[in-house]
């Protein structure tokens, strides 16, 4: 069964929403597939549909509207809390439009000792449970542990919406948690249902379409950007990563190009190691970049020393920018591989990959379709669907992250892909390529190789977007990373 995290949802939702595709418009659906499965269900009786102040109280209160114009059904709310104290927009709306409709009683409940919350529970046929949604930690506040007690307690019929109201402790224990003999989750399955932990509370699992866009799940948008792993407010020097980059001696702005992108991203500290040659004209690019000289004019086995050393000192290394596709640079590149723990290869380095051990690195390519065909040893096809295939075979094969430039791009770590839109026509200019590489390293360092790669591509292309709209066909490199801190504060 395909399956996917409740963090994907979590994106895809925001990505319907960039696409036009509202919340409210997927609040309407989930709770009119809430009433459809327990019309499907049961013949009539008495339900009780337990809303808590965020989205999934939200879907209750859809599912309630829905169910009233059943005379079979005898429909009472309880919100747990007052209404003032909604969350969304979407659930406070949808709790208003209650007040319009056939409903036996809506009741807003804010003190557990309320004799109504306990009276009512226990009167009922069947209980709805939109408490709480995904994603709760810590203890659980009086009146909705309350809540879950009773529900537990009342031996009734009880529906759970996308997940069984709970909390998970430090230990990633649950602690409390509604015990639910149906469960009804939207668009796929979702893995954490499937755990031990939460199969003894889920019951029966349903899966109700809701009628999520598909290239809100398949292509990258706002969405992915908001799961990518930022740095805390108390967070200090390093810890949002230190990036090494390994370039130049044939070219000199490549490097700096990439290490200037990886900066802008939100990298900590960026070293550039650079032949001797171009060393200090990467330098004078800004006096934010830290250089270290190489020994000769080219990467050479000599350096190996040094970038081990360095190596160590960084979390990611980002690397074949400008080096020039000597035999030598190619085969100091290929000892090189196996120091990295993590690592994004692009543009000269490509070459080495072929035989080169790569341990338990994690992996990132950046290849464009010409270079791609070049390390495949065939030409890549020119059909999308096709390409795709040819990039999760190569990405299995090889066990690492590719990522394909294109005019669609494709990104894939051999199990599942993801597409990327985002660029224009103008960013053929030369320096883009190494403005990717340095987006992905910064990012690589705090997430994981398919969500660093994935939202690289987007943001790259994104800026570069903005970058057209001031610029067109004369934008440069260095115009597409101003743009990228607009494009990660959306």
Same mark, same amino acid.
């Given at each position: 069964?395909?399956?996917?995290?409740?963090?994907?949802?979590?994106?895809? %939702?925001?990505?319907? #929403?960039?696409?036009?595709?509202?919340?409210i418009?997927? =609040?309407?659906?989930?709770?009119?597939?809430i009433?459809r499965?327990i019309? *499907?269900?049961f013949?009539?009786?008495?339900?009780?549909?337990?809303?808590g102040?965020?989205n999934?109280?939200?879907d209750?209160c859809?599912?309630?509207?829905h169910?009233?114009?059943?005379?079979?059904?005898?429909?009472?709310?309880i919100? /747990?809390?007052?209404?003032?104290?909604?969350?969304?927009?979407e659930?406070?709306?949808?709790?208003?439009?209650l007040?319009?409709?056939?409903?036996?009683?809506?009741?807003?409940?804010t003190?557990s000792g309320?004799?109504?919350?306990?009276?009512?529970i226990?009167?009922?046929?069947?209980?709805?449970?939109?408490?709480l949604g995904?994603?709760?930690?810590?203890?659980?506040?009086e009146?909705?542990?309350?809540?879950? &007690?009773?529900?537990?307690?009342s031996?009734?019929?009880?529906i759970?919406?996308?997940v069984?109201?709970?909390?998970?402790? #430090?230990?990633?224990?649950?602690?409390?948690?509604?015990?639910? %003999?149906?469960?009804?989750?939207?668009?796929? =399955?979702?893995?954490?249902?499937?755990?031990?932990?939460?199969?003894?509370?889920?019951g029966?699992?349903?899966?109700e *379409?809701?009628?999520?866009c598909?290239?809100?799940e398949?292509f990258?948008g706002? $969405?992915?950007l908001?799961?990518l792993?930022?740095?805390?407010h108390?967070?200090?020097?390093?810890?949002?990563?230190r990036?090494?980059?390994?370039g130049? $001696?044939?070219?000199?702005?490549?490097?700096?190009?990439?290490?200037?992108?990886?900066l802008?991203?939100g #990298? %900590?500290?960026?070293?550039?190691?650079?032949?001797?040659?171009?060393a200090g004209?990467?330098?004078s690019?800004?006096? +934010?970049?830290i250089?270290r000289c190489?020994?000769d004019?080219r990467?050479?086995?000599?350096?190996?020393?040094?970038i081990?050393?360095?190596?160590?000192?960084? *979390?990611v290394?980002?690397?074949?920018?400008?080096?020039?596709?000597?035999?030598?640079?190619?085969?100091?590149?290929?000892?090189?591989?196996?120091?990295c723990k993590?690592l994004?290869?692009?543009? +000269?380095?490509?070459s080495? /990959?072929?035989?080169? &051990?790569? $341990? #338990?690195s994690?992996?990132?390519?950046?290849?464009?379709?010409?270079?791609?065909a070049?390390?495949?040893?065939?030409?890549?096809?020119?059909d999308?669907?096709?390409r795709?295939?040819?990039v999760?075979?190569f990405?299995?094969?090889?066990?690492?992250?590719t990522l394909?430039?294109?005019?669609?791009?494709i990104?894939? &770590?051999?199990?599942?892909?993801?597409?990327?839109?985002?660029?224009?026509?103008?960013?053929s200019?030369?320096?883009?390529?190494?403005?990717?590489?340095?987006?992905?390293?910064?990012?690589l360092a705090?997430?994981?190789? =398919?969500?660093?790669?994935a939202c690289?591509?987007?943001i790259?292309?994104?800026a570069? %977007?903005?970058?057209?709209k001031e610029n067109?066909?004369?934008?440069l490199?260095?115009?597409?990373? +101003?743009k990228?801190? +607009?494009? =990660?504060?959306?």
């Amino acid at each position: 069964m395909d399956s996917i995290i409740w963090e994907e949802m979590k994106a895809i %939702d925001a990505n319907c #929403a960039q696409l036009g595709l509202l919340p409210i418009q997927l =609040m309407e659906n989930a709770g009119c597939s809430i009433s459809r499965a327990i019309r *499907d269900h049961f013949s009539g009786g008495k339900i009780l549909l337990i809303a808590g102040r965020g989205n999934n109280g939200g879907d209750a209160c859809v599912a309630a509207r829905h169910l009233c114009q059943f005379p079979q059904f005898q429909v009472n709310v309880i919100l /747990l809390g007052n209404a003032a104290s909604i969350r969304t927009e979407e659930a406070k709306r949808n709790f208003a439009l209650l007040r319009h409709c056939q409903t036996n009683s809506i009741n807003e409940i804010t003190d557990s000792g309320d004799v109504k919350l306990s009276d009512l529970i226990n009167s009922s046929d069947i209980i709805v449970d939109g408490i709480l949604g995904t994603g709760m930690t810590g203890k659980i506040r009086e009146l909705e542990a309350s809540a879950i &007690d009773l529900i537990n307690l009342s031996g009734k019929y009880v529906i759970s919406i996308d997940v069984p109201s709970g909390t998970i402790d #430090a230990n990633n224990e649950l602690v409390k948690c509604v015990k639910a %003999d149906t469960t009804i989750t939207f668009h796929k =399955m979702k893995k954490e249902l499937n755990t031990p932990m939460m199969s003894c509370y889920t019951g029966e699992v349903r899966i109700e *379409d809701i009628g999520v866009c598909a290239h809100a799940e398949s292509f990258i948008g706002i $969405g992915n950007l908001r799961s990518l792993n930022t740095r805390s407010h108390d967070s200090h020097k390093g810890q949002a990563g230190r990036i090494l980059i390994i370039g130049g $001696g044939a070219y000199s702005g490549a490097p700096a190009l990439t290490a200037l992108a990886a900066l802008r991203t939100g #990298a %900590d500290i960026v070293t550039v190691a650079a032949p001797s040659n171009v060393a200090g004209i990467i330098a004078s690019f800004s006096p +934010d970049l830290i250089v270290r000289c190489l020994s000769d004019q080219r990467l050479c086995i000599e350096d190996i020393p040094l970038i081990s050393r360095l190596a160590h000192q960084h *979390d990611v290394i980002v690397m074949g920018m400008g080096l020039g596709n000597g035999e030598e640079v190619i085969e100091t590149v290929r000892s090189i591989i196996p120091m990295c723990k993590k690592l994004v290869i692009d543009a +000269d380095a490509l070459s080495a /990959l072929e035989n080169a &051990d790569s $341990g #338990a690195s994690e992996i990132v390519i950046t290849p464009h379709v010409r270079e791609f065909a070049r390390i495949r040893k065939m030409e890549t096809a020119v059909d999308l669907n096709k390409r795709i295939e040819e990039v999760m075979i190569f990405s299995k094969e090889k066990k690492l992250v590719t990522l394909l430039k294109g005019v669609v791009d494709i990104i894939s &770590d051999g199990r599942k892909v993801l597409l990327n839109r985002t660029g224009n026509a103008g960013m053929s200019v030369g320096g883009t390529g190494d403005v990717l590489a340095g987006i992905t390293g910064a990012l690589l360092a705090t997430n994981t190789p =398919m969500k660093a790669a994935a939202c690289a591509a987007y943001i790259n292309g994104a800026a570069g %977007d903005l970058a057209f709209k001031e610029n067109g066909y004369g934008l440069l490199a260095t115009d597409i990373i +101003d743009k990228i801190t +607009d494009v =990660m504060r959306e």
